[in-house]
């Protein structure tokens, strides 16, 4: 399995960006997809997830209600949604596959993802 990120790229805060990932190899409709981020000098942090069926959705609080998750699975790929960016949102954004064994997920940690992308740089000036 293989993820690439794309869509990351420098823009004013209170402007918007959409993120994608498409998989290949795998069947991408087995496996939950997420968007962690890295800030300079900073852990990853959890950004959003969805479920292998696109049924179930998760959001970190720094997210909720400005980045919408979401998945295409007839096109392996999965999206985030950013709008009313601020600088705090600068980071290397990466997507993760996790094969899912029910349509929830309950793992937020990058560590226990089965695979990650190389990540893309999103930069918010002021």
């Known amino acids: 399995v293989k993820l690439l990120e794309s869509g990351g790229g420098l823009v004013q805060a209170g402007g918007s960006l959409k993120l994608s990932c498409a998989q290949s190899?795998?069947?991408?409709?087995?496996?939950?997809m997420g968007w962690f981020r890295q800030a300079p000098g900073k852990e990853h942090e959890f950004v959003a997830a969805?479920?292998?069926?696109?049924?179930?959705?998760y959001y970190s609080d720094s997210v909720k209600g400005r980045f919408t998750i979401s998945r295409d699975n007839a096109k392996n790929t999965v999206y985030l949604e950013m709008n009313s960016l601020s600088p705090e949102d600068t980071a290397v954004y990466y997507c993760?596959?996790?094969?899912?064994?029910?349509?929830?997920?309950?793992?937020?940690?990058?560590?226990?993802?089965?695979?990650r992308g190389k990540g893309t740089l999103v930069t918010v000036s002021s």
């Open positions: 993760t596959a996790d094969l899912a064994y029910s349509d929830y997920v309950r793992d937020f940690n990058i560590g226990a993802m089965d695979y």
């Open positions: 190899g795998g069947t991408f409709s087995s496996y939950a």
């Open positions: 969805i479920s292998y069926s696109g049924n179930h959705t």
